[in-house]
DNA sequence: TGACATTATTATCTCTCTAATACTAATTCG
DNA sequence: CGAATTAGTATTAGAGAGATAATAATGTCA
């Protein structure tokens, strides 16, 4: 089983990978992973490896994909990757490191291609899930909400059009606390509300097909 | 491994069994399972296990989660699901049979958990693969695709919107045929048509979140 | 201190997209 | 022929999205 952390890091999205002391460069960094153990659920295991490598635990997990099979001498093996998400600033262990997609290119080619699906699977859950809260800490200021989005979605967004449909779904309340950075007004300080309930009432988006 | 396979069929989703023989009652037809044999990737064996419980290729087929591990005494066992599809009027082999998913209850809980998450998996995945479309024949009417919208969906959707959306996206493209079914005006035959690219711009959607 | 730069937040306008309603078109049934 | 049925279109009012700009509150620096 591996698992790809992500978290975000001066306006890119990093990825958690652990040393392995290997001599070889491409194999000296890998994604987190281990096997399963005896009386452990795969979702036991998965949150286990991520703790190991992260010292704390993710603030999201979810299962991203699968391969295997195909080994002609042996017992076909498959392989589970889960997908993770760590909160701005969650630094990384002793041993441990966090790498800038940008740079992903050193990797070996398996760890690669599980990057590159757990970004996929990331990106497709982006609209369903709380993928970007999950990257921020408790409370957090508007911008900062946005630049996440913008980092998730790999375009930036208008910053009227973003707070008008974040307050109209009211996913967000205020809390009285403000928070000044180097230069400029302050800004307040939200915390994420999960939505009550849903409008359910849309039609359907063919433009996304293909 | 395990594999749903779905179609559509008097207006509900259905799903494919195969009778096992069994002698208890919930367990008399279960899905379509098999194990992943030698030189076979997994996408291989699902394919196969497909194959062979409907008698034909389905025309979608996905990864839709996996399952496992907590074994206290044995070797932890992995369970992988694959999620299919097969047009409407795709009949079923000798031994295997469609049950309307309102019917579901009968099945073994952990059969009836596998098609949950499939439905799951493949209701998140409507907007960014043409699932609709392969759940019909080649060529369809627009009438037609929308029912199959709508079975996904569970929800009714409006036909001038659903049209014009349609063609904004120029996603189908006409043929020169037209079908008369028993009463009503001939309805033109339409044919999936691949989108060459898509626009992105579009802001974000946290009505859906939750 | 006061002008200016910087960041946050809101307002207004325009354009597009959506959905409700109603309409036209073509066929079968009696 | 006329009613029923299904396919497809037109019109229109409202909601949503993006551009632009105005207002607000702070730090910087001469």
Redesign the pocket.
């Known amino acids: 089983m591996d698992v790809v952390l992500f978290t975000a890091r001066d306006g890119a999205l990093h990825v958690l990978l652990v040393a392995t002391g290997s001599p070889t460069p491409r194999d000296r960094w890998t994604l987190p992973s281990g096997a399963i153990r005896r009386g452990e659920s795969i979702d036991d295991t998965a949150l286990r490896i991520a703790r190991d490598a992260l010292g704390t635990a993710p603030t999201h997990l979810d299962q991203a994909g699968m391969r295997g099979g195909a080994r002609r001498t042996a017992q076909p093996v498959v392989t589970v990757a889960y997908s993770g998400l760590a909160p701005v600033g969650t630094p990384a262990r002793a041993g441990a490191a966090w790498l800038p997609l940008s740079e992903a290119g050193a990797l070996a080619i398996r760890d690669r291609d599980e990057i590159d699906r757990s970004i996929a699977a990331i990106r497709a859950r982006i609209d369903h899930q709380p993928i970007a809260f999950r990257l921020l800490p408790d409370v957090f ?4 909400l946005q630049a996440v989005y913008e980092i998730l979605l790999g375009r930036p ?9 974040l ?2 779904a009211a996913i967000v309340e205020a809390t009285d606390e ?1 928070r ?9 300080l ?1 915390r994420y509300a999960p939505p009550r309930r849903r ?1 359910h ?5 063919f433009d996304l097909l293909g």
């Open positions: 200021t508007l911008s900062e967004l208008h910053k009227a059009s973003f707070r008008r449909s307050h109209a403000w000044t950075e180097r230069r400029g007004r302050p800004a307040q939200f409008r009432r849309r039609g359907v988006r």
